[in-house]
């Protein structure tokens, strides 16, 4: 069989969005997108310079990317002709859960995608997996096509990967937006905190994360600790002190 020379893409949000802009500007062949809002699956082919394919049995690429939501990738898996070469996005389903069929895969970025923002895709990691040797193969050598960091990883990997983003990067993404809803119900200037931020991002860049560790919890500065908990209420109170507690725990190991 011949490599993979075009692709179909499956969804219309932010991976499909971003993946689909990469491979067009790395002057591949879109074939065609599919997606259950017309509306967004018109936006993005006149965006990628493609055809929206009326059914999923009518995409036309040599690989279908599933650039769709977990809980739709098993269901979408199963309407597609088993002998179409398929590739599926996910961190967390293990390859083993999709229906059986002759070429299946994972062709995951390890990273968060907002369609109003511009992304570096060529820094992006690349995590693959393929249900044989060849299918693998190819789908290292299209991720090749858009990025620099490319590699195998099974599903026990992937999973363990995608926990550690979910704190990296999602936990971390909502501590940010509880600390601007409480200076901001203060009536004080979110802006003030970015600087801090920046540097603190910046820093694993240099050190490692419990080396980097600051504040009043690896300081054991009860004090403060409690003048803050009196100021803070609800789920706030709770994560407050749920970290807390865990920073102490890891600043004595």
């Given at each position: 069989m011949a490599g993979i020379d075009s692709v179909s893409i499956v969804g219309t949000g932010n991976v499909a969005h971003h993946l689909g802009k990469a491979f067009r500007d790395a002057g591949f062949t879109i074939s065609d997108v599919f997606g259950r809002n017309s509306a967004s699956a018109n936006e993005l082919a006149d965006l990628l310079e493609c055809?929206?394919?009326?059914?999923l049995n009518e995409l036309s690429g040599d690989l279908v990317l599933l650039c769709v939501s977990d809980n739709a990738v098993i269901d979408l898996a199963s309407r597609i002709s088993e002998n179409r070469r398929l590739a599926y996005t996910s961190g967390s389903i293990p390859l083993s859960s999709l229906p059986n069929r002759f070429f299946c895969?994972?062709?995951?970025?390890l990273q968060t995608f907002s369609k109003n923002r511009e992304i570096n895709i060529t820094t992006v990691p690349f995590l693959v997996e393929g249900n044989s040797v060849q299918h693998e193969s190819e789908l290292m050598k299209l991720a090749s096509k858009i990025s620099q960091h490319v590699q195998s990883a099974n599903s026990s990997d992937r999973?363990?990967?995608?926990?550690?983003?979910?704190?990296?990067?999602n936990?971390?993404?909502?501590l940010f937006s509880k600390g601007k809803a409480h200076v901001e119900e203060h009536g004080l200037d979110w802006e003030v905190l970015k600087p801090l931020i920046f540097e603190t991002i910046g820093k694993?860049?240099?050190?490692?994360?419990?080396?980097?560790?600051?504040?009043?919890?690896?300081r054991k500065d009860e004090q403060t600790i409690e003048r803050h908990l009196r100021e803070l209420e609800g789920k706030s109170k709770e994560i407050y002190t749920l970290i807390t507690q865990s920073i102490q725990q890891s600043s004595k190991k």
């Open positions: 055809s929206v394919a009326p059914t895969g994972v062709f995951y970025p999973l363990h990967y995608h926990i550690s983003a979910v704190f990296v990067n936990f971390v993404n909502h694993i860049s240099d050190l490692d994360p419990l080396d980097a560790q600051t504040g009043p919890a690896v």
